[in-house]
C-alpha cells in the first residue's frame, strides 16, 4: 500500500471569520441616521407646503425682483408727471386724487387702473369713472357724475339726492334751492317715480314743489307755499291727469283753493280761501266743503 504524503492530503477547510458585533451596530445606526434625515426632510417639505412658507418665499422673491423692475422703469422715463381730470364738476379734486392712489413721480407701471376706478366709483358724486394709462408719462380719468334731484329733509336734516335716493351731500345746499323738496321718511326712495308723474302735468311745471310723503304710502304736495294737493295711495298717475284737466277747465291752482283732496274717484274736496269770497253770479267750479 502506498504512503500518502502530506503534501498530497487537501487542505483543512477554515471556518469564515464572522466580523465583530460592532461593526453591524454601527452601520445600524447609520441607516437608522439616515431614515430619520429622511423622516425630518419630508417632515419639513410638509410643513413648509402646507404652511404656505414656499409660497410666501417665492412671494418675497417675485415682489423684490417687481420692485427692481418698476424702479429701472422710472429712471427710464416711464413715470407719472401729469393726471388729467375730465368731466368734474361737484367732486373736490382732492378727493379724487386720494383716491387714484399714486403720487406724481411714482413709477407708471405700478398703477393700478382697475383698482382706482372701483375706489373712484365709491365717491358721492361719481356715477362711472374710466381711468387710462398713456404712457410714458400721463393719467387720464373720465368722470360721470350724478345728477341731483331734488332736496331731501328727513328727523330735521336736509341733504341732497339723486333720482335713486343716493345723498350726495349734506352742505352748501343753498344753491340747489331751486330744486323741489321731498320730505319724510321713504321720500328719497319713491321720489324720482312721484316726480316723473307730477311733470306729466304741465300746469306744475315751474312751480316750487314741496312733497311729503305720509306714512310711506302716498304723498301730499304743496305749491308754492300756497296749496296743498292729496294724492291717494295708488293710481297717483291718473290723479294727476285728472288735476291738470280740472285746471285747464276751472283753473283749480289759481289761488281759489287752499287745498284739494284727490284722494276719492267719485268725488273731489276743496277748501277755499277765507279770503277769496265765491263768485255771487257763476256757481262755484267744483264742490266744495270741509276737509275730513
Known amino acids: 500500500m502506498a504512503r500518502l504524503r502530506r503534501s498530497h492530503l487537501p487542505p483543512p477547510r477554515r471556518r469564515g471569520r464572522r466580523k465583530p458585533p460592532v ?74 386724487l386720494t383716491e387714484l ?21 365709491q365717491l358721492p358724486w361719481v356715477s362711472e369713472a374710466f381711468v387710462a394709462r398713456r404712457l410714458p408719462r400721463r393719467i387720464v380719468v373720465r368722470l360721470i357724475e350724478r345728477r341731483p334731484m331734488a332736496l331731501w329733509q328727513n328727523d330735521r336734516r336736509m341733504a341732497l339726492i339723486d333720482d335713486t335716493g343716493r345723498v350726495l351731500t349734506r352742505e352748501n345746499l343753498e344753491r340747489f334751492r331751486h330744486l323741489p323738496l321731498l320730505v319724510g321718511e321713504g321720500a328719497e326712495k319713491e321720489g324720482a317715480r312721484f316726480l316723473a308723474e307730477v311733470s306729466q302735468c304741465s300746469a306744475l311745471s315751474g312751480r316750487t314743489l314741496t312733497a311729503q310723503r305720509i306714512a310711506n304710502r302716498r304723498w301730499d304736495l304743496r305749491l308754492d307755499d300756497k296749496i296743498t294737493l292729496n294724492f291717494p295711495e295708488e293710481q ?29 274717484e267719485d268725488r273731489l274736496i276743496v277748501q277755499r280761501r277765507p279770503d277769496v269770497a265765491p263768485d255771487p253770479i257763476a256757481p262755484p267750479p267744483v264742490k266744495t266743503g270741509s276737509k275730513p
Open 23 to 96: 461593526q453591524w451596530s454601527l452601520r445600524l445606526v447609520a441607516i437608522a441616521a439616515a431614515i430619520a434625515a429622511l423622516c425630518l426632510m419630508l417632515s419639513a417639505l410638509v410643513w413648509g407646503w402646507r404652511s404656505g412658507w414656499f409660497e410666501r418665499q417665492a412671494q418675497a422673491v417675485q415682489a423684490s425682483l417687481w420692485n427692481q423692475t418698476l424702479e429701472w422703469s422710472r429712471q427710464a422715463g416711464l413715470r407719472v408727471d401729469d393726471i388729467v381730470v375730465e368731466g368734474r364738476q361737484e367732486t373736490p379734486l382732492v378727493d379724487v
Open 101 to 121: 392712489g399714486i403720487m406724481r413721480g411714482g413709477p407708471i407701471m405700478e398703477f393700478d387702473t382697475a383698482a382706482s376706478q372701483q375706489r373712484l366709483r
Open 236 to 264: 297717483t298717475a291718473s290723479a294727476i291727469a285728472r288735476l291738470c284737466k280740472l285746471q285747464s277747465q276751472q283753473h283749480v291752482l289759481d289761488g281759489l283753493f287752499v287745498s284739494i283732496d284727490l284722494r276719492f
